[in-house]
C-alpha cells in the first residue's frame, strides 16, 4: 500500500498533529461549501475551486478545514471511508488511488430508514460495504490477517453521497478530496461478525443492489481495490498518514460494488452474501 507523503499534516480537532504544514492559500473553500451542504444547495464556486484546488495535498489541507466544520455540526467522527476505489473512477478523477473521507455520527442512519431526496443537493446511491474496527491496532496493520485481525465484522451498507457540484461542473481528484470525498449519509444495517471467516471467504464475499425490485449494481469483493481487507488497509495507511486514529467500533466504507445511481423515488434494497451468511439493508427515498 503507498499513501503520498505530503498527507501527514494537521487536523487538529480529529487528533492529528498541532500544526499543519502546508497552507491552503488565501481561498476560502470550507465555509462556502459547509454553508451549501448543510443547505442542500450545490456549491456554487466549484469551477474556481477546481481550477484553485490543483493537488491532493491542498485538496487535504481545505478539507481539514471543512471537517472542523463538520465536527461541529453532525456529531463525532465515526469512521472513515474510502473514495474512487474504481480504476474508471480513479481515470476520470486523476487519481492514482483513492481518496479518504470522514464518517459523523449524524450521517449514519438505521437500517429501513426513510430519507429526503432533497437532503442532498444532487444526491446519489451506491451499494457499498463496511468494516468495524475492534483493535484500535488496526490502524498499524499491513497484512490482510492483521487486517483481519483488527475488525469484528462486515456491515451492510447502502451509501448516500452528494456530488454537491452544479450540473455540467467538472469534480477533479483535489477537488473531491476537499469535499470530503462526497460524503452525505449512509444507511447502515445488522453486523456479520467476520469470527470463524477467512480470507478466502471475505475476499468471495458478494452484493446486489435493487431499485424498486430491478437490479441496479451487482459486484463481488474483488471490485474493493481486489479484496475487502486490502480496503481495509488502504483506510487504515491512509488514516494513519493523515495524523488520524482509530478506535473501537469505528466504521470504514470500503468503496462501492458497482456504479452509482442517481437518487429517485421508491425503495432501495443491498443484499449480501457474506461468508455464506445472507444480509441486508433498505432505505426509501422519497
Known amino acids: 500500500m503507498r499513501i503520498i507523503s505530503v498527507f501527514v499534516f494537521a487536523l487538529g480537532v480529529l487528533s492529528g498533529p498541532a500544526a ?11 465555509t462556502p461549501f459547509a454553508e451549501a451542504f448543510a443547505n442542500a444547495k450545490p456549491y456554487a ?4 475551486a477546481a481550477q484553485t484546488i490543483t493537488t491532493l495535498s491542498d485538496g487535504a489541507c481545505h478539507q481539514d478545514r471543512l ?7 453532525y456529531g463525532a467522527v ?41 437532503n442532498g443537493a444532487r444526491l446519489i446511491y451506491e451499494l457499498d460495504l463496511l468494516a468495524r474496527v475492534a483493535d484500535p491496532a ?13 475488525i469484528d465484522a462486515l456491515i451492510p451498507f447502502i451509501e448516500l453521497g452528494d456530488l454537491m457540484v452544479p450540473k455540467g461542473a467538472a469534480v477533479t481528484g483535489p477537488l473531491l478530496q476537499a469535499m470530503n470525498a462526497g460524503t452525505r449519509a449512509g444507511i447502515v444495517g ?45 483506510i487504515a495507511e491512509a488514516a494513519r498518514a493523515r495524523g488520524f486514529t482509530l478506535k473501537a467500533g469505528d466504521v470504514l466504507s470500503l468503496g462501492s460494488l458497482g456504479p452509482f445511481q442517481f437518487a ?11 461468508g455464506g451468511t445472507p444480509a441486508e439493508v433498505t432505505v426509501t427515498l422519497e
Open 138 to 150: 488496526l490502524i498499524d496493520a499491513t497484512t490482510r490477517e492483521e487486517a483481519l485481525a483488527g
Open 190 to 234: 445488522s453486523p456479520v461478525p467476520v469470527d470463524g471467516l477467512s480470507e478466502e471467504d471475505i475476499g468471495a464475499l458478494s452484493g446486489v443492489l435493487a431499485a424498486d425490485g430491478t437490479v441496479v449494481a451487482k459486484a463481488d469483493g474483488t471490485a474493493l481495490l481486489g479484496h475487502p481487507l486490502d480496503a481495509v488497509l488502504w
Open 67 to 73: 471537517l472542523k466544520i463538520f465536527a461541529e455540526r
Open 20 to 30: 499543519a504544514q502546508i497552507s491552503c492559500g488565501q481561498f476560502d473553500f470550507a
Open 78 to 118: 465515526v469512521g472513515y471511508k474510502a473514495a474512487a476505489t474504481s480504476p474508471g473512477a480513479q481515470k476520470q478523477l486523476g487519481l492514482s488511488e483513492p481518496v479518504l473521507g470522514v464518517l459523523f455520527a449524524d450521517m449514519l442512519h438505521h437500517d429501513g430508514a426513510t430519507v429526503p431526496i432533497a
Open 264 to 274: 429517485s423515488a421508491g425503495v432501495v434494497k443491498a443484499h449480501y452474501d457474506i
Open 45 to 48: 464556486d466549484a469551477h474556481r
